[in-house]
């Protein structure tokens, strides 16, 4: 079973900081299937970049992510007020069939 | 406009049985797997269920055996029944598209959940 650990579970950065989100495979994940996902309170998550390094619609290009086989980051360039929230990291296709991560909380510092 | 409606949240004791309904609208359901997600109270995402586009079914261990994924394409509707249910259930339970982005002439594609709804809660206490 693939458990997908992310780093650090909370990260205190101002506005206009660079933040660098880790997610870290129990083993090799298909880069592919890796999918990251901002989640507001009281808001259900929203798909920010897929296939690892693949920005959504709409995203804007602070978000860029990277990695390959158990080791993926999501890096935000500046911190925008709006961007303060919680990350996931998702994978699909291996048993379970999909697996979340257990988030990084981006608070202000 | 591309949307996902939950319903049937409530509380319920343990040992019972709860339904929730997934309405989507604005896209063809038929073509899309779909998934529960839920959510436990300041807690992160567990994956509940899928369903793929011909029926098949998937659930992790922890809710193998007590919940089913169900889809009617005809109403553009996806059900998960709930069975058992314990008071580690309690959570709110999302429904949400699984898409695949086919590269051209790659021979693969990208998968990722890419619409969601707002959720309902499912409480589960005596």
């Known amino acids: 079973e693939i458990v997908l650990t992310q780093s650090p579970g909370t990260l205190s950065l101002s506005p206009g900081e660079r933040a660098t989100l880790s997610c870290r495979a129990s083993q090799s994940v298909s880069s592919r299937y890796l999918a990251w996902y901002q989640q507001k309170p009281g808001q259900a998550p929203r798909l920010l970049i897929y296939g690892a390094s693949s920005r959504a619609t709409g995203i804007p290009d602070r978000f860029s992510g990277s990695g390959s086989g158990t080791d993926f980051t999501l890096t935000i360039s500046r911190l925008e007020p709006e961007d303060f929230a919680v990350y996931y990291c998702q994978q699909y296709g291996s048993s379970p069939l999909l697996t979340f991560g257990g988030g990084t909380k981006v608070e202000i510092k | 406009e591309v949307q996902l409606v939950e319903s049937g949240g409530g509380l319920v004791q343990p040992g019972g049985s709860l339904r929730l309904s997934c309405a989507a609208s604005g896209f063809t359901f038929s073509s899309y797997e779909m998934h529960w997600v839920r959510q436990a109270t300041g807690k992160g995402l567990e994956w509940v269920s899928a369903?793929?586009?011909?029926?098949?079914?998937y659930y992790p261990g922890s809710v193998k055996g007590r919940f089913t994924i169900s889809r009617e394409n005809a109403k553009n509707s996806l059900y998960l029944q709930m069975n058992s249910l314990r008071a580690e259930d309690t959570a709110v339970y999302y429904c949400a598209r699984g898409d695949r982005l086919v590269v051209p002439g790659g021979g693969y594609y990208y998968y990722y959940m890419d619409v969601w709804g707002r959720g309902t809660t499912v409480t589960v206490s005596s």
């Open positions: 369903i793929g586009t011909a029926g098949d079914t």
